[in-house]
C-alpha cells in the first residue's frame, strides 16, 4: 500500500505488519468501526458458483477487518451446495475463517491474509487461523499468501528441556550465550483441520506462524502439493511446518518448506477428552526442498498410537539441524518406514534446537516411568548422500531392541562442527538393535578440519543378528587410536567385503569377551595398520 507524503509528495512502503496490528489495537479500543462490520447480503446473481469476498464487503486494505466478510462469503458457498470463495489481490486482516462442506478457500496471486490481532476475531477455543471440524471435500488453493505475523522475544531461558539436558550442560561449559528465543503476542496456528475428509492445499504460501503451521487431527485422504511454508530459522520456536496427527492417506509433494521446527512431523498425540486416540498410516512425502532449525523428516515425539506405512522420498535437506529421525516415548510402535533418495546437509543451530546437526537419530525411551515402552522395527534409509557434523544414533532398550533396521547405500561425509560446544564424537552409534543389517557405507572425514574428538566410524555395541556388507572407511583422526568399526558385546553377525581406508590403524577392533559368533570373511584390510585387535 503506498501512501503519498503531503510534506515532500515522495511515495513511502508502509509496514503492513505494523498497519495491522496497530489496526487491531485500535479496534480492540473501539477506535475502529470497521473492525465489528457486520455480515454483508451476499449478491443477488453469483456465477459458477464463485463467491468474491468483496461482494460481502472486504475491502482489501488491511486496516479494514475482512473476517466477517470472508465468513459470510462462506457462509454463503455452502449454503449454495459449495464453489469458491474467491480472495482477489488485496491484504485482509482476518480471524478464524470456519472452512464447510464442498468450499474452496481461493487466494489469488497478490492475495495476503493476514492474522488479526484482535481476540474477538476467533472462535472461542480454536486458535487458529483458517479451521474445519468434520468437514468433507474442503480446499484451500492459489497462488496467494497467508501470513501470521509471528513475534518473539530474546531473553534467558526459561526452565530445562529435559530432551536436550545433557546438550544445555554442554553449551553452559563452553560459555554459551543461553538465552533463547520465546513467542509472544497472538498464540495461534495457520491451520487447524479435525476431523476432516478430502482435503486439497495447493499452491498457497504461509509464512511467520506463531504455532504450527499446518496441523491435521484424525483427518483422512490429504493432498498437500507445491506449497511454500517459512517460518523464522532462528526465532520460530513451535512453528512447525505440517503435523500429520492420528491421520492417514496422506500425500505431501513437490513443496519448499523452511521452518524453525520441524518441518515435517507425525505424531499422535493423546488429546483430552478422546476416548481413542488414531494411528498415522499410508503417508507419502516426495519431491520436497526442506529446511528446519530442528528435524525436515521427523516421526514422534507424541506416539500414544502406531505409525506405519510411510515412505519419505526425492526429497533435499539443506541446513537443517538433522537429517531425519523417529523418537517414541509413549509406547506405540513405529513401523515400515523408508527413508529414500536423500541428500542431507546439516548445519549446527542455536543451542535451544533438538539435534546436533547428524544424519539421524532414532531413540526408544519412556516420556515418564508410567509410560509404556514402545517398539521401533522394519526401518529402511536407502540411497542417501549425507554431509552431517554430529554423532548419528540408532538406540533401543536393552529390555525392547530395535529390531530389523536395513541400511543400504549411504554416503557419509563427516564435516567439522560449526559452533564452539563441540558435541560430534563417531560418525554412526548402533546400540541395542536386533537385526541390522548395513550394506554399501562408505564414511569419509575431514581432512583440512578435523575435530579433535572424532573417533570410529562406526559403533555397534550390544547388537545381534548383524551384517555389514561392503562398507568403506576408516578412524575420524588420522593419527587417532580408535579402530574404524567398534564392536562390543555383540553377537551372530558377518563383515564380509568391507575395505579399510588409506590412513587406517585399527580396522575392527572386537571386545571378544561379552561377543561371540561373528564372522570375518573376505575383507580387504591391507591399508590397516592392524586389520583386528581383541
Not at 20 to 25: F, I, L, W, Y
Not at 152 to 179: C, H, L, N, S, W
Not at 282 to 309: K, Y
Not at 422 to 431: F, M, Q
Request: aromatic share 6%; proline share 4%.
Amino acid at each position: 500500500m503506498n501512501m503519498k507524503n503531503n510534506g515532500t509528495g515522495k511515495n513511502e512502503r508502509m509496514d503492513r505488519r505494523s498497519m495491522v496490528q496497530k489496526g487491531s489495537a485500535l479496534a480492540g479500543a473501539g477506535f475502529l468501526g470497521s473492525f465489528i462490520t457486520p455480515p454483508v447480503k451476499p449478491p443477488e446473481k453469483v456465477i459458477n458458483n464463485i463467491f468474491n469476498v468483496r461482494d460481502f464487503g472486504a475491502t482489501g486494505n488491511i486496516s479494514d477487518n475482512a473476517t466477517m466478510p470472508v465468513r459470510s462469503a462462506i457462509d454463503a458457498c455452502y449454503a449454495a451446495g459449495g464453489g469458491k470463495v474467491y480472495v482477489p489481490p488485496g491484504d485482509f486482516t482476518v480471524g478464524t475463517l470456519q472452512l464447510k462442506d464442498n468450499v474452496n478457500l481461493h487466494l489469488e496471486s497478490g492475495a495476503t491474509l493476514f492474522l488479526s490481532q484482535d481476540t474477538a476475531d476467533f472462535i472461542q477455543g480454536s486458535r487458529t487461523m483458517i479451521f474445519a471440524q468434520d468437514a468433507k471435500n474442503i480446499a484451500v488453493t492459489g497462488r496467494g499468501t497467508i501470513d501470521g505475523l509471528a513475534k518473539y522475544e530474546f531473553v534467558e531461558m526459561r526452565g530445562i528441556d529435559p530432551e536436550i539436558a545433557t546438550e544445555i550442560e554442554i553449551a553452559q561449559k563452553a560459555g554459551v550465550d543461553m538465552r533463547r528465543y520465546y513467542r509472544t503476542g497472538m498464540q495461534t496456528y495457520m491451520f487447524i483441520l479435525n476431523n476432516c475428509t478430502d482435503i486439497l492445499l495447493s499452491d498457497i504460501s504461509v509464512i511467520h506462524s506463531p504455532l504450527w503451521n499446518v496441523r491435521l487431527n484424525d483427518c483422512n485422504r490429504v493432498f498437500i502439493r507445491g506449497v511454500y511454508i517459512y517460518s523464522d530459522l532462528e526465532k520460530g520456536v513451535n512453528a512447525d511446518g505440517i503435523d500429520i496427527c492420528c491421520t492417514s492417506n496422506v500425500t505431501i509433494s513437490d513443496s519448499v518448506i523452511v521452518t524453525g521446527d520441524d518441518a515435517i512431523v507425525l505424531k499422535t498425540p493423546a488429546r483430552r477428552g478422546q476416548e481413542k486416540v488414531n494411528p498415522v498410516e499410508n503417508i507419502v512425502v516426495t519431491n520436497c526442498v526442506l529446511t528446519s532449525s530442528s528435524t525436515p523428516l521427523m516421526i514422534g515425539t507424541e506416539t500414544f498410537a502406531d505409525i506405519r506405512h510411510v515412505i519419505f522420498s526425492n526429497c533435499t535437506i539443506r541446513n537443517s539441524n538433522k537429517g531425519f529421525g523417529i523418537n517414541v516415548q509413549d509406547g506405540a510402535t513405529v513401523s515400515d518406514v523408508i527413508f529414500r533418495n536423500l541428500t542431507v546437509e546439516t548445519n549446527r543451530r542455536h543451542w535451544n534446537w533438538w539435534g546436533s546437526a547428524e544424519l539421524c537419530k532414532f531413540k526408544l525411551s519412556k516420556r515418564s516411568d508410567t509410560s509404556k515402552l514402545g517398539r521401533i522395527r522394519d526401518i529402511v534409509i536407502d540411497t542417501v548422500i549425507s554431509h552431517p557434523r554430529g554423532t548419528s544414533t540408532i538406540k533401543g532398550q536393552p529390555e525392547q531392541p530395535l529390531e530389523n533396521i536395513r541400511i543400504n547405500n549411504v554416503q557419509i561425509f563427516m564435516a567439522p562442527e560449526d559452533a564452539i560446544d563441540k558435541r560430534s564424537s563417531h560418525a554412526l552409534v548402533a546400540e541395542e538393535v536386533k537385526g541390522l543389517f548395513i550394506r554399501d557405507m562408505t564414511i569419509k572425514w575431514d581432512e583440512e578440519n578435523p575435530e579433535q574428538n572424532w573417533q570410529s566410524a562406526l559403533v555397534l555395541k550390544n547388537v545381534s543378528d548383524f551384517e555389514i556388507r561392503c562398507f568403506s572407511g576408516r578412524q575420524g583422526l588420522v593419527n587417532g587410536s580408535s579402530p574404524a568399526i567398534h564392536l562390543e558385546n555383540i553377537s551372530e553377525g558377518l563383515i564380509a567385503e568391507s575395505r579399510a581406508e588409506a590412513g587406517c590403524k585399527t580396522f575392527i577392533r572386537i571386545s571378544k569377551a561379552d561377543s561371540k559368533n561373528v564372522v570375518l570373511r573376505n575383507n580387504n584390510m591391507t591399508k590397516a595398520t592392524k586389520p583386528v585387535s581383541y
